[in-house]
């Protein structure tokens, strides 16, 4: 390589009007000739309007996106906002699928459309596959599937490391949406894979550890992902006694920040009650089932947990030209709660470029998972010689 390669280019638009909107984002891509472009917009945005203007403005390249429940950019973490960027060709290569009617997955079907995914992008590739290739996984968050998409996934796509994030609605639990190449749908995912010239460190990252409490479910739906029993009685009323507290304060903050996890494989992941219902169930954002032992969450620094992160992808990539980001809801609804807290944390995003969404749940290797922060940092395109 030259060290003359583009630089990836992002923007950010607050702009009510869907059009003005994107006509703002176009704007500071510049006169960039992109091999993609990925988009992040708030639900009250057509999205539909919105990917159909970046395809007629960019007829050769791909363009994804979805609707999120925040937006996470260069002017902080915002509501109501579009975001996105820009993949240089000369460093770049995307090659991505639709994985289509998850309500009906087809694992066969799937599995084959990765399989040839990974064969289009060994020939159209900048660089090698290996060690030089990641992907980025987005899937319909209200779908329900997310385990079972990756189950598909991540098996065939052998040691390239995954990330991604499911589609939100500003916490509307209504209707997520993913854009892809002209088509606006939901009950699908988008698995692309980006192959790049630069160095780059898929990560993830969580501020909770395993305390002392445990409880088992004893009765769920497995399909719904809800859960009527915990530990014999009623999982509403069970849940608030452990993690003390009072049954009406039930709501999304208290969830956030009183999460539970899973152990799996000697880890532990945090498992996120996305509501409670009126009968007194829980319903939640990843798989859950009878028999199954969690524990109460204790939180450490999120600030602290966060900088270290980042210190740790500034060790590997250097300076990073983009971080794309995956930072679930629950993280945002927390941390929002305290202005200086909230400040800290747009602060580090900001100083790493970080780009991204707040997510009904992430994904990282073959785990779907919640309360977590994760993604991919992006170094400076390499110069010739380096590898």
């Known amino acids: 390589m030259t060290g003359q ?14 059009e003005q909107a994107v006509a703002e984002l176009i704007h500071c891509f510049g006169d960039m000739v992109p091999e993609a472009v990925l988009f992040f917009c708030s639900s009250h945005y057509d999205i539909a309007r919105v990917g159909a203007v970046l395809s007629q ?3 050769q390249a791909q363009v ?7 937006e996470i950019n260069a002017l902080g973490c915002l509501d109501r906002s579009l975001c996105g960027f820009a993949l240089p060709g000369d460093s770049f290569s995307l090659a991505s699928t639709l994985l289509p009617d998850l309500s009906r997955f087809d694992m066969k079907l799937a599995r084959g459309l990765v ?3 990974h064969t289009d992008l060994a020939v159209r590739g900048v660089a090698p596959v290996t060690g030089h290739t990641f992907a ?6 209200l779908s329900g599937v997310e385990e079972i998409v990756l189950s598909a996934v991540h098996g065939e796509i052998g040691d390239i490391p995954l990330f991604g994030g499911s589609a939100a609605d500003d916490l509307r639990f209504s209707k997520t949406l993913i854009y892809y190449n002209g088509q606006t749908r939901e009950d699908v995912a988008v698995l692309c894979m980006i192959n790049t010239t630069c160095p780059f460190k898929v990560f993830r990252t969580q501020h909770f550890v395993a305390g002392e409490r445990k409880m088992v479910i004893t009765e769920a739906d497995i399909a719904t992902r809800n859960v009527s029993e915990i530990n014999g009685v009623s999982a509403g009323m069970e849940y608030a006694r452990l993690v003390g507290i009072q049954y009406d304060r039930l709501d999304p903050m208290t969830f956030a920040s009183h999460p539970v996890m899973v152990r799996v494989g000697g880890a532990y992941y945090v498992r996120s009650i996305r509501q409670l219902a009126e009968d007194d169930s829980l319903t939640f954002f990843c798989a859950i089932g009878e028999g199954i032992v969690l524990t109460v969450a204790e939180g450490v620094d999120l600030v602290e947990n966060l900088s270290q992160t980042f210190a740790e992808i500034r060790d590997h990539v250097g300076e990073p030209q983009l971080v794309i980001g995956c930072d679930c809801v629950f993280r945002r609804l927390e941390y929002m709660q305290d202005p200086e807290v909230a400040k800290r944390v747009e602060g580090l995003f900001q100083a790493n470029r970080v780009i991204g969404f707040n997510t009904y749940g992430e994904q990282f290797g073959g785990m779907h998972v919640n ?13 010739e010689g380096t590898d």
């Open 5 to 18: 390669e583009q630089q990836i280019a992002s923007g950010v638009s607050v702009k009510d009007d869907a």
């Open 136 to 141: 980025l996984l987005l899937v319909d968050g």
């Open 57 to 59: 403005r960019y007829p």
């Open 115 to 117: 399989t040839e995914l």
């Open 64 to 70: 994804i996106g979805c609707t999120t429940a925040g």
């Open 371 to 383: 309360q977590t922060f994760t993604g991919v940092a992006i170094g400076a395109p390499q110069s």
